[in-house]
């Protein structure tokens, strides 16, 4: 299947230290999904981007969603241990039920 | 906190059991997953059920056997497993409205299945 490559795999980085994730795709998404998943937990929804360009934040975190609708990232300003986790980009299907499909993931240890 | 619940949490089988996990959300939500999680990985979509008919099965094999017995449950029974389908099994559920917001999925806490 169509698959979603996200960057880097894992990243450690020291509290307070900014990070970012990057989502890629080699067609064109309809929207993009965020998910975080804790260590020993399940995913929980972020956000969701549907329009080219868009920018959102929540907090410390800044989602963007591509121009050309193939990619998106995610940053953390000012990391804390709390943000530690596996976090998912997915991409989903346009109306009704979705048939989604989850990035490969990046993992974040924040070192206190 | 989630609003999908899985029964149970924590499950372990021999390969000539039959076994089911359940699953009910309360979000009036019409679509219903499946997913399989192995360690390290993403999930991976086994089922969907939309206005409980089985609308998308992802080539599983049949020793999994969904059922939708109502809008808000959504139970997957097991027989006859392998070592290698041991994981982390997560049931979510999302609106089915075609709406911009209608694919974004509510994830239960999982069962985590051990096949000896």
């Known amino acids: 299947g169509q698959q979603v490559m996200q960057i880097p795999q894992y990243q450690h980085v020291q509290e307070g230290e900014d990070f970012t994730t990057y989502c890629n795709s080699s067609?064109?998404?309809?929207?993009i999904q965020w998910y975080k998943q804790r260590p020993g937990g399940h995913p929980v929804f972020l956000i969701q981007l549907v329009k080219s360009g868009e920018v959102k934040k929540q907090k410390r975190l800044t989602f963007q969603f591509g121009e050309a609708k193939k990619n998106s990232s995610l940053h953390i300003t000012a990391t804390q241990t709390t943000d530690v986790g596996t976090y998912f980009c997915a991409k989903g299907g346009s109306g009704g039920y979705q048939k989604v499909t989850f990035g490969t993931g990046t993992k974040l240890q924040v070192i206190p | 906190d989630t609003e999908v619940t899985q029964t149970p949490k924590h499950l372990v089988m021999g390969m000539t059991n039959k076994k089911s996990l359940k699953c009910e959300q309360h979000m009036g939500h019409r679509a219903m997953y499946w997913y399989k999680q192995k360690a390290k990985k993403p999930p991976e979509l086994m089922f969907v059920y939309s206005y409980e008919k089985l609308s998308i099965n992802e080539s599983v094999p049949s020793r999994f056997s969904p059922e939708c017995p109502n809008s808000s449950l959504l139970n997957l029974h097991l027989h006859a497993l392998q070592p290698e389908d041991s994981a982390l099994y997560l049931c979510?559920?999302?609106?089915?409205?075609?709406?911009?917001?209608?694919?974004?999925?509510?994830f239960g806490a999982g069962t985590r299945l051990s096949v000896l």
């Open positions: 067609t064109t998404l309809s929207n």
């Open positions: 979510a559920s999302s609106q089915d409205s075609g709406t911009s917001t209608s694919g974004i999925q509510y």
